[in-house]
Structure formats: C-alpha cells, structure tokens
Nanobody, 120 residues
Framework: EARLVESGGGSVRAGGSLRLFCTAS????????MGWYRQVPGSVCSVISV????GTKYFERGRFTISRYNDNNTVVLQLNGLRVEDTGVYYC?????????????????WGQGIQVTVSE
C-alpha cells in the first residue's frame, strides 16, 4: 500500500523549533515532488514548501526549511522561530507536480497529518 507517514510534531513554546518527517512507502518517492501543507483551524489550508526530485524548492519561507533524502524516501521540514499562528495540522504530500493549493483530493499521495501546537 502506498502511503505517506508524518512524524515529529508536538507542542513547543513560541520561538522554539520542531522538525517534521515524512516517510513514503509503496511508491518511488524520488520521482515525485514532495511537500508540506498546513491546515489552521477555522482557516484555509496553505502550502508551506515543495521540493522537486532534483532538489529545487518552491514556496519556501525564511523560518522553515525543506529537505529531502531520497535514499530513505523521506522529506524533512525544519521549523524554526515558531509562532503561535504556526499552530495547525501539517500534511505531507507527493505527486508529479505539487502546487500552492492543498487537499487530499488534489494529489496522488497525502499523509494523515500531524499536529503542531505553538504556545506563548
């Protein structure tokens, strides 16, 4: 069964850091764009960052860094300088092309999501 599994979320104080992991199984992840999206309660889902098979990055913002490790089918999102407004469910996605819009129905592979909570 092809799937994406996220790990590494949790609770942190504002200004802290977290590292999110997404491991793919059941398909050749190295051939796909991989990325992260965030759903904030009561708000729209938004793209965080996307990385192509050759390592080109899109949508990346200064506090967050995406990396991929094709040998173990993993993409990592480093979250630094976290703010309360970064709280939400973070989803990993993979497809031949990832775009700014998000949602399970839009991409071939979509993880179950992982909670990140940032408190004052």
């Amino acid at each position: 069964e092809a799937r994406l599994v996220e790990s590494g979320g949790g609770s942190v104080r504002a200004g802290g850091s977290l590292r999110l992991f997404c491991t793919a199984s059941g398909f050749t992840a190295r051939d796909f764009d991989m990325g992260w999206y965030r759903q904030v309660p009561g708000s729209v889902c938004s793209v965080i960052s996307v990385i192509t098979p050759d390592g080109t990055k899109y949508f990346e913002r200064g506090r967050f860094t995406i990396s991929r490790y094709n040998d173990n089918n993993t993409v990592v999102l480093q979250l630094n300088g976290l703010r309360v407004e970064d709280t939400g469910v973070y989803y990993c996605a993979a497809d031949t092309d990832l775009y700014s819009w998000c949602g399970q129905s839009k991409y071939a592979y979509w993880g179950q999501g992982i909670q990140v909570t940032v408190s004052e």
